[in-house]
Each structure stands twice: as C-alpha cells, then as structure tokens.
Nanobody, 114 residues
Framework: QVRLVESGGGYVQAGGSLRLSCAAS????????MGWYRQAPGNQRELVAT???????NYADSVKGRFSISSDNAKITAYLQMNSLKPEDTAIYYC????????WGQGTQVTVSS
C-alpha cells in the first residue's frame, strides 16, 4: 500500500513563504510524476504544479514565477516552495503521485492573510 504524507502547511501573511513536502512510503521505489493540487472552499480542485521523474515541470499560470516544485527521486519526495503568497492562494493543498496508479495525500491547509 502506498501512502503520501504531506507537511509544511500553515498560516502566513501575504508576501510570505511556505514550503510543502510530500513523502511517498510503502511498496514503491519510484514515481513517474508527482505534483500538487489545491482546492479552495466552493471551488474545484485545480493543478498547481507537477514534476516528472525526469525533472520536467508544469505550473498553473497563477503561480508561475512564485512557486517552484522540486523532487528527490531517491527519497520519493516532492517539494513545493511557495513565495510571494497571496490571499487567493489560500486552499487545501493535496499531493498527487502517479506510477501505474494514482495516489493522493490527505491534504494540508495553507492560509494566507491580507
């Protein structure tokens, strides 16, 4: 069984930074891709950023230039560095990973105050 464990969410003022981590554990030794999605109250879940095992990245337009995704393939861990945070970044952030199957973390709350 594969499990994704997220950490690093919290409360920050606008303009601040947070770093999210997502570690995969269980019967897995690599992921083809990992990423982050977010869901704000009343909104659908949306893509934030993804990274493949080869290092290719993709970002939502709303976070380009502010967020940076990275990964450690040996640790099967993904990171999301979030800078210049805005109140509209407030959401539950979910880690996503994919090999032959898809996996989701439990979510971590990020709250940005104005």
């Amino acid at each position: 069984q594969v499990r994704l464990v997220e950490s690093g969410g919290g409360y920050v003022q606008a303009g601040g930074s947070l770093r999210l981590s997502c570690a995969a554990s269980g019967s897995i030794y690599r992921m083809n891709a990992m990423g982050w999605y977010r869901q704000a109250p009343g909104n659908q879940r949306e893509l934030v950023a993804t990274i493949t095992s080869g290092g290719s990245t993709n970002y939502a337009d709303s976070v380009k230039g502010r967020f940076s995704i990275s990964s450690d393939n040996a640790k099967i861990t993904a990171y999301l560095q979030m800078n210049s945070l805005k109140p509209e970044d407030t959401a539950i952030y979910y880690c996503h990973a994919q090999d032959d199957f898809e996996y989701w973390g439990q979510g971590t709350q990020v709250t940005v105050s104005s």
